[in-house]
Every structure is written in C-alpha cells, then in structure tokens.
C-alpha cells in the first residue's frame, strides 16, 4: 500500500469509524515515508562517473597502446564478476546477478575487440560461441532470469551475426541455446524467462529458414516443436509461457493469409513439398498430442487449427473462406476453453481474437459490394453488437463461477436478496 | 544422483565455479590476442593491392574501408561443377606474381593444396554475375589508429593502396599494414 494513499484516505475512515485515530496513527507509522530519491543520488552518480570514464577510455581507444586496451578490457571483465560475486555475499541478488551479466557483457566485448585489435578475420562463429557457452553456464550457476534473458539475447546476436556476416547457419549455437537453456526451462519453468527463451529460438527458427533458402512455412515445424516442448512441461504456466510466441506467430500467418492470401502470387513462397512437409508436421503434431495427453491438457488441441496447411487451397474465394473459418473456430475454441476455466484474461483474448476474426470476414466479404459509408456503417453496428454480447457472455461467465471468484455483487443464482438487479433468466 | 541445474546452483559451488568461468574467460580473451600475435610471427605472408573505392565510401568512423583486385574473379576461375552460389563459403588460390603481388590462380569450394609460392585465403561470394563473381575477404576493413585514416582516405582515392596481410597455417587471416606504394614513390 503506498503512503500517499494511506494519507489521504486514512481520516476519512476514522471520520467513518472503520478505525480509530490511534489506529490511524500506528498504520501510518508501519509504512514510513521512503527516502528512495536520496537513496537513488549515489547511484546516479557513480552511472555519471562509469560514463564518462567509459567515454575518455572510448574517444582515446585507437590511441592506446594495444597492451592497455587488453588490459583494460581484463580489468573490466574481472571487476564486474568481482564485485558480482561480492555483493551475492553480502545478500545483494539483484545487484549480483546485474554485475555477473555485466561481465558477461564485457567478455564479449573483449572478443569483438581483441579481433579487431589484432585485424584478425573470423571465418567462423567458434569466437562468439564461447560467449553463449560462458552465459549458459553463468545462468546455470546463478539461477538468475536475467542471465537467462542475456544468454537467449546473446544466442540470437551471435547467430545473426554468423548468418549475415559469414553467410552459414550456427548448428552449434542453436543446439547450445536450445538444450543448455532448453533443460534449464524444464527444471525451472518461470513466465517471462520461457517467453523469452521461445522468441530466441524462434529468431533462429527463422534464420535457418532464411540461409536454407527454404519456403518460409517451412519455420512452423521448429516453431511447432518449441510448442510441443511445451505440452510435456509439468508447469502449465511455464508451459503456456513458452507456447505463446509460437502460437503467435502461427496465428499472424493465418491472419496475413485471411487478409493478403488471396492472389496466388505467394504460392512459390509458401508451397513446400506436400508430402515431407506434412509429414514433418504430423510428427510433431504427434508429439504434442502425446504430451497433451500425458499431461491431460487436451483442452488446449484446438491451437493446431492454425497450423492447417490451408495455402495449398488454390487462391481467391476458397482460401479466403477457409482461413476465415479457421479464424472463427480458433477464437471460439479460445472462448469454450476460457469458459469452462472461468479465466477472465482468456475471455478477453478469445473476444479479441473474434472480433478480429470478424473484422477480417467483413473487410474481405463485403468491401467490394457496399458503398464505404455503408461499410463503416455497418462494421460499427457489427462490432458494437459483437461487443455487447461478448461483454454479457463474460459477465455470466464470472458470476457462475463458485464463490470465492465471484465478485460480491448479489449476481450469484441462488441469492435472494437482488435489490437493484433483476433477476435474470437465460 | 541431483540433476545437473541443482548441481550447479548449489550455493557451497558457486564461487569455486565462478573462479573457473571466469578464469576460462580471461584465457580465452589472450587467447584471441595470442592469435593474433601467432599470425603474423608464424603465418605466410602476401600482399594484395586495392583498387581505387568511392571516398565517399572509404571512412567508416574509425576503420578504412578497402576493396581488392582480387575481389572480382571471371567465373573461368570457378573450380567446381555446380555453380558458385551467394554467400557461400570459398577458398581462393593466389600465387605471388614478379611484382611481388598475389594474384587469382583458381576458386574452390573446398580448400585446395597450395603449391610452393601459392597461397591460400578464405572468402565468401557477394554476387555472382553472368561471367564474374564478387568475393568478400572479411579484410575490407582496417582499423586506423585516430586521425590517420584521413590520409588513407586520400591516398586511395588517387591510386591503389598495398596491403600486407599474414595468413595463419591454421586458415585465419589479419592485415599486418597497409602501406601507400604512391606516397613512397612520390617522395623519392
């Protein structure tokens, strides 16, 4: 609770009665006012001071004698996990782990320069992979989401780097990112460090797509493999977290193709062989189904509607219904499911997801026929409509959860007091 | 038997462990400056001369930005069945001519046996057109310690520059100087 709020709305409720002047007093002597802006002082200025060291150091960089440079970069790589590992024993975890990234940093700093120190030409990743094995095993012994988050970024420079520079995919890097963090998300399943774990391998998802010269649909057998990893998770969240940028990649490809799909002009874009990329991703369909299984989370089989391998469908009117319905039965599958667990959050996203659905459909089916007032017309009533029912669908939904998560406003069924509300029959 | 994160993370490790990363981290930072030292003293040595590059093209910040005779080759000197193809991998044969400059004997797609007085560079194709392909050396850059890159960016622009670069028997590459042939012989 903060201090302000207590402040101004403590002497209404001793006004009130809720609570006595003595007990006003005693709750606003257990949340005392903060120093946090003196406390911020010598923080912001030893940043001024780091800075403008770091910028004498920079603007006299080429000057300096190549036995300083290295010895400066050594320095700063052996202060930063010094004082890293100092402030982890004083208890200090946040600060640690910030220190231990920042040598992490600074390590790889050190490779880029030394390289160029020395003019050397790196003709393969092998010098930068020695900075992703150094992060995976920094996150392994510190446990820390934000070396985890470092080393999934790392992973992804270094593999743009190879990919765009030296024109060859890392399998190395890959591998390294996908099991040394991969096993590290199976023991510790935390939401953000998965979410950002699935980006990371979806990043190089795509590279190897690009450097293959692969048809671009060819990206949704890794991405879908990252999701089925999911399915066997033990932790839902942890599960969910690490599906959700696969899912949400596979869903911004079936809405490009609601919405542009319909020209055949993508058909050399998106056609892969029929037969090995089915069966590539039937395998790893099979391998979610038998995680969803196993796990008893079947409830969740319906996100594979977006992965229907639809652009084999000829252009124009037939791909442009099928996608729609995908879109339509999608959002409705989100919304069952979000019913069934009373979770608002998905309720919000299913609705969202309709109304997108619904948008698309209108957008395509109607705009060459109507006169564009009439569209905006139209669409408005539409979505106003769509909103109102999703709204009152959402409310029911809430109120007939069971008590604990109903909200206390005398919408239970078999309450008998309802002074303003009247009862409803659905 | 505890699994390999529990193991890891375990408080009583962590700062013998810390200790050896970092440890292996200083190692392998001199052992990139090692490298670099060990390319020269034990490397072969060749020379390639620039051609003349836009200035305005020349000065990136602190690096000089050098392009090579040997950057475009006609593809009769492409050594393989299939045609070469974007950004792939390559290894270049040169042989040192009377002047003392390395010139393009043949392109390979695998690492070829250099005869006495031949060298072997790695590159990588930019472009392939219908009789030439482009190559990049990962050598179009040389870092100029401050304020000197003007005088490169100068001398580049009248006439071509000499380029001495050391190739490791180990494959990797670093340019030793880059030396202005026009400068000298203007002072003489």
């Known amino acids: ?426 | 038997m505890t699994d390999l994160l529990t193991w890891a993370s375990d408080p009583a490790r962590r700062r013998p462990l810390l200790r050896l990363l970092v440890a292996a981290q200083v190692l392998y930072v001199l052992g990139v400056a090692g490298a670099g030292y060990a390319t020269t003293a034990l490397g072969q040595h060749i020379v390639l001369a620039t051609t003349p590059v836009d200035p305005r093209d020349l000065l990136y910040g602190d690096f000089v930005r050098l392009r090579y005779i040997i950057s475009e080759a006609p593809l009769s000197q492409w050594h393989d069945a299939a045609p070469p193809k974007r950004r792939q991998g390559v290894f270049v044969l040169l042989a040192t001519g009377p002047d003392s400059l390395s010139t393009t004997v043949g392109i390979y797609p695998k690492a070829p046996a250099a005869a006495p007085g031949q060298a072997v560079l790695r590159a990588w194709v930019t472009d392939v057109f219908r009789h030439s392909l482009a190559l990049r050396f990962n050598l179009e850059r040389y870092y100029v310690p401050e304020g000197s890159g003007l005088r490169l960016e100068k001398a580049g622009r009248r006439h071509p520059l000499r380029v001495h670069v050391s190739i490791a028997p180990w494959g990797q590459a670093r340019i030793a100087r880059v030396v202005d042939v026009g400068a000298v012989a203007g002072r003489k």
């Not at chain 1, 002497?11 to 009665?17: D, F, I, L, S």
């Not at chain 1, 190395?172 to 399943?189: E, F, Q, S």
């Not at chain 1, 999608?330 to 919304?335: D, N």
Request: charged share 10%.
């Open chain 1, 1 to 426: 609770m903060s201090r302000k709020f207590l402040e101004t709305e403590s002497p209404a409720w001793v006004a009130e009665g809720l609570i006595s002047e003595e007990q006003r007093q005693k709750l606003l002597a257990r949340y005392p006012p903060e120093a946090q802006a003196l406390g911020l002082l010598p923080l912001l200025g030893s940043v001024l001071v780091g800075l403008s060291a770091l910028s004498v150091v920079a603007a006299n960089w080429q000057g300096l004698p190549a036995v300083l440079r290295l010895a400066l970069l050594l320095g700063s790589l052996l202060g930063a996990y010094g004082a890293g590992a100092y402030f982890r024993r004083r208890g200090n975890v946040d600060l640690s782990h910030g220190l231990i990234g920042l040598g992490l940093i600074v390590f790889g700093a050190s490779i880029i320069l030394v390289s160029q120190l020395y003019q050397l030409v790196g003709y393969d990743v092998s010098g930068l992979l020695a900075w992703v094995v150094a992060g995976v095993a920094l996150s392994y012994v510190y446990g820390s989401r934000l070396l985890v988050l470092l080393t999934v970024v790392i992973g992804a420079a270094v593999q743009t780097y190879c990919v765009e520079v030296l024109g060859s995919f890392s399998y190395a890097t890959a591998v390294l990112v996908a099991a040394g963090l991969g096993y590290y998300w199976w023991r510790r399943p935390e939401v953000v460090s998965s979410t950002v774990l699935a980006t990371g391998l979806l990043w190089q998802a795509g590279l190897l797509v690009i450097v293959l010269h692969a048809k671009i649909t060819w990206f949704f057998v890794p991405a879908m493999a990252i999701y089925a990893a999911g399915d066997w998770q033990q932790s839902r969240n942890g599960a969910r977290a690490l599906q959700g940028p696969p899912l949400v990649a596979a869903y911004l490809f079936m809405f490009g193709l609601a919405t542009f799909g319909e020209t055949d002009t993508y058909a050399n874009v998106l056609r892969p062989p029929l037969l090995p990329y089915l069966l590539s991703l039937g395998a790893v369909f099979a391998i979610s189904v038998a995680g969803k299984r196993a796990r008893g989370r079947f409830d969740t089989l319906l996100d594979w509607l977006l992965l229907l391998p639809g652009f084999y469908l000829p252009g124009g009117l037939p791909l442009a219904v099928a996608t729609l319905v995908v879109l339509y039965a999608h959002a409705g599958s989100v919304l069952a499911r979000a019913h069934r667990q009373q979770d608002s959050d998905q309720l919000t996203l299913g609705a969202v997801l309709f109304v997108v659905a619904t948008a698309v459909a209108y957008f395509k089916l109607t705009w060459a026929f109507l006169d564009k007032s009439l569209f905006f017309l139209l669409g408005g009533v539409l979505l106003l409509g769509l909103s109102w029912y999703l709204r009152r669908r959402n409310a029911q939904t809430l109120a007939a959860a069971p008590a604990p998560t109903a909200p206390a406003a005398g919408e239970a069924p078999d309450s008998t007091v309802a002074p303003e509300t009247p009862p409803r029959h659905d």
